[in-house]
């Protein structure tokens, strides 16, 4: 072992932290930061945007504090009484100390230094700085070294250095450089979760670092670099990582695929079982923060950091029906004592929370507390505060946000039926207002829940194209809705070019094709009815291309379609190398019949070098088998057909039994509706990807010809991140049940691509068995297997 005292190491190279004596010694000498920070070029380890909200004023505090402040505002001036962050006046650094760290800096860097060394030299150090931890944490030059001493010293020492500035954690995590310690620490706790064995000396330091904390937490909460720590604290309670929780500002896309249910919201995820190390810990922090006694909850309401506090707590209680009981009616105002008997609303309550659902930070509040609330809290919340006044707030910058979540988050039909009462009829007038948003949550619910489907595509037709207006323009606008909406001649408005596909456009048209082709009648003449280079154009826009799809794997009509298909003929080829074309191609490829699709694997022939190198070309080449009708159309030919016929069985078989046979050759399309079909979607991938495969130049083991003991297996499949393109899985189709297994006759046969018999194999057998696979496209007992193997 290795122990290095404070004056053990010679002097290597000695760093000057004049700039850390004087003039950083307090809060007020914190904007020499930025200063420092560019002459030094030292970036801060883990730093990170900070995390606001989506909008344009994200960086604002509205609290009344810049946020570069200590952060109390408001808060500030309205109690007096409490302990300020900005009278703690941090010590100097004796020269000593500081020269000690500078050359631990330079061991610790250096290469030479293994794992067990390292471990060791950094807890030495931790060892060394205790007692001044307060004043090493908030150093801007020093934190850094602490930061790396933490990461890589034992959960001993780790633990050690917590507990001994536990009484201090307040200042340390509201200081620009202290924040990032105690985060690098937290952070690094976490990773010790998973050894048992320092489950009790974890608990034992968190206990310390809470019962700090609630001493004043709501100085905590409502400072700008507190606010990330406490929200990190909570999670490591919870046992999850705060990556996990997606905020408005750290990706947009996330909230809105949620939103229109192009995703699972994750929200859903935390409610699911999970190991939660220190649940008494997560309650009891949570609680005493919002204690109604200690905190003055009209100062949470209105912060900004506060708010993102309070979200992660309610995201992290989300399933826990009785902590939420106890602690949304805190958030909202409201007396607690009656809050389950669903009457804890009063009035007084309801236009105090109306007009907070107009402010920045409380609408991103309301937004989590709707998807988070039971359904008696729901139910109450939409009948006394929303209810009747949906299209004023509708209207609000902030406001409409809420009324997204309201309507996504609706729990049953009548919730839908009731808001769509008071917005229907208004959706001409939200568009005009650039409230898009909240008619495509609307158009996304009624689709999800099945009801008002026929009269929603017909509002939404009537908001975009009079009546005695041609429906052929009905898709045209809806791609360029601002550009529609702002023209000075509407009447005359043609296809612009040179312009984006408006994103929310694009994300109401991908809902509406989710709907049965029956309600969108005139939305499928429209799209058919565009003109080649206007298909064209749609398809290389990213939001464009989303809408092209969509339509491809909808419940419309094949024939439709291939209309489509059709207008691009001659462009696939540049399409494929674009970063969203290769999931439109793969698409157009599924909706063609076999002389459209050897066309399109035709087109991609000159661009395989290109697709190659691109993210998802080879997923693409693969999928097509571009190389093998390169080198062998009619095994392709044959290939292809083989694969109809196998999706067509299987859908005869598992599919929905209300839906013609003539769908069968693309069953998956029917997204529109979560049938038995689109829980079989791995499975009709690995078909496809098994069917390949046994076509292919090297000899291969035939689809689903397994030996020995495996069975068939219909869950669990691995997937590949790329969107729509399934991930090579050798060990897919592995048995689920035991008392089926493939027989010895399928077993014992090796398909090659030349049609030639392995040794030990008689020669007429390996014909047949080809001969009846190109036929049927499954083998016999194959399917028996497969049909088995699914319905147990």
């Not at 003109?531 to 969509?550: C, F, H, M, T």
């Not at 066309?599 to 190389?627: A, C, H, M, W």
Request: hydrophobic share 35%; aromatic share 6%; net charge positive.
């Amino acid at each position: 072992m290795v122990s290095i005292g404070l004056g053990a190491l010679p002097l290597r190279k000695h760093k000057s932290h004049s700039l850390s004596q004087e003039g950083l010694m307090s809060d007020e000498g914190k904007t020499s930061y930025d200063d420092v920070g560019k002459r030094r070029k030292m970036s801060r380890k883990g730093s990170k945007k900070d995390s606001g909200f989506h909008r344009n004023d994200s960086n604002k505090n509205h609290s009344g504090g810049a946020p570069g402040a200590t952060g109390k505002g408001k808060y500030a001036q309205d109690n007096t009484g409490s302990v300020s962050q900005a009278s703690f006046v941090r010590k100097q650094i004796d020269p000593e100390t500081a020269k000690y760290f500078s050359e631990i800096s330079n061991v610790i860097e250096g290469s030479e230094v293994d794992l067990e060394e390292r471990a060791a030299i950094c807890g030495n150090a931790l060892e060394e700085a205790r007692g001044k931890e307060v004043e090493l944490a908030t150093d801007y030059i020093i934190s850094h070294t602490m930061q790396t001493l933490l990461e890589g010293c034992s959960v001993d020492h780790l633990c050690a250095f917590l507990r001994s500035s536990a009484n201090d954690f307040p200042h340390i995590c509201t200081d620009r450089s202290g924040s990032h310690v105690a985060e690098t620490a937290l952070k690094s706790l976490a990773r010790h979760l998973e050894d048992d064995e320092n489950h009790s000396l974890i608990e034992e330091t968190l206990s310390a670092l809470c019962q700090a904390i609630l001493e004043n937490p709501v100085d905590i909460m409502c400072n700008c670099y507190g606010s990330h720590v406490l929200r990190r604290l909570l999670c490591l309670c919870k046992g999850v990582p705060i990556d996990s929780l997606e905020f408005h500002s750290t990706n947009p896309s996330v909230v809105l695929a949620e939103r229109f249910n192009l995703k699972s919201s994750q929200v859903d995820g935390l409610k699911s079982p999970q190991n939660q190390p220190f649940p008494d810990q997560l309650k009891a922090l949570i609680s005493e923060m919002l204690d109604p006694l200690r905190a003055d909850i009209a100062i949470l309401q209105a912060n900004q950091y506060s708010s993102l506090v309070l979200q992660t707590a309610l995201k992290l209680l989300a399933g826990q029906e009785e902590e939420l009981f106890h602690l949304i009616p805190i958030l909202l105002g409201c007396p607690t004592d009656n809050a389950s008997e669903g009457n804890f609303i009063e009035v007084k309550t309801v236009r105090k929370v109306r007009r907070l659902v107009e402010e920045n930070a409380y609408s991103h509040l309301m937004e989590v507390i709707l998807a988070v609330a039971p359904d008696t809290i729901y139910n109450e919340i939409f009948t006394k505060v929303f209810k009747d006044s949906l299209f004023r707030m509708s209207s609000h910058p902030s406001g409409n946000f809420v009324i997204q979540a309201l309507v996504s988050h609706a729990r049953s039909q009548e919730h839908i039926k009731l808001i769509f009462e008071e917005l229907g009829p208004k959706f001409r007038d939200l568009l005009e207002l650039g409230r898009a948003g909240v008619v495509a949550a609307l158009v996304a619910t009624n689709q999800r829940l099945q009801i008002n489907q026929h009269e929603c595509c017909q509002a939404l037709a009537d908001a975009v194209c009079l009546r005695d207006e041609s429906s052929v323009c009905i898709v045209p606008r809806l791609l360029f809705l601002d550009n529609y909406l702002y023209s000075e001649d509407k009447a005359n408005w043609s296809w612009p070019n040179g312009i984006k596909v408006h994103v929310l456009g694009s994300l109401i048209l991908q809902s509406i094709f989710r709907y049965p082709s029956e309600f969108i009648k005139a939305y499928i003449t429209s799209i058919a009815s565009l003109e080649d280079k206007y298909v064209l154009q749609a398809s290389k826009d990213p939001a464009g291309a989303r809408v092209i799809e969509a339509f491809l794997v909808s419940s419309t009509p094949a024939k439709q379609k291939y209309k489509i298909v059709v207008k691009l003929r001659g462009h696939f080829g540049e399409l494929s190398v674009l970063p969203s074309g290769a999931f439109t191609i793969e698409k157009c490829f599924s909706a063609s019949n076999m002389s459209m699709k050897e066309t399109i694997v035709s087109e991609l022939l000159p661009f395989q070098t290109e697709l190659s190198k691109s993210r998802q070309g080879p997923y693409l080449l693969k999928n097509l088998d571009v190389e093998g009708f390169a080198k062998r159309p009619e095994v392709w030919r044959s290939r292809q057909t083989s694969k109809q016929s196998a999706f067509k069985e299987f859908y005869e078989e598992f599919g929905p039994k209300d839906v013609k046979s003539s769908r069968s050759d693309n069953f998956l399309a029917d997204s529109h509706k979560k049938t038995q079909a689109e829980k079989f979607k791995g499975l009709r991938k690995e078909i496809d990807d098994r069917l390949s495969s046994g076509f292919s130049s090297k000899p291969s083991t035939p689809f689903l010809a397994h030996q020995g003991s495996t069975k068939l297996k219909t869950s669990g499949y691995q997937k590949s991140k790329a969107r729509g393109f399934p991930k090579d899985d050798d060990d897919v189709f592995k048995g689920k049940n035991k008392k089926h297994k493939i027989s010895k006759d399928s077993s014992s046969i090796k398909n090659t691509n030349d049609g030639e018999t392995l040794p030990g194999e008689k020669s007429s057998t390996a014909k047949n068995e080809k001969k009846r696979r190109r036929k049927d496209g499954l083998s016999k007992s194959s399917d028996k297997k497969l049909k088995s193997g699914i319905s147990d």
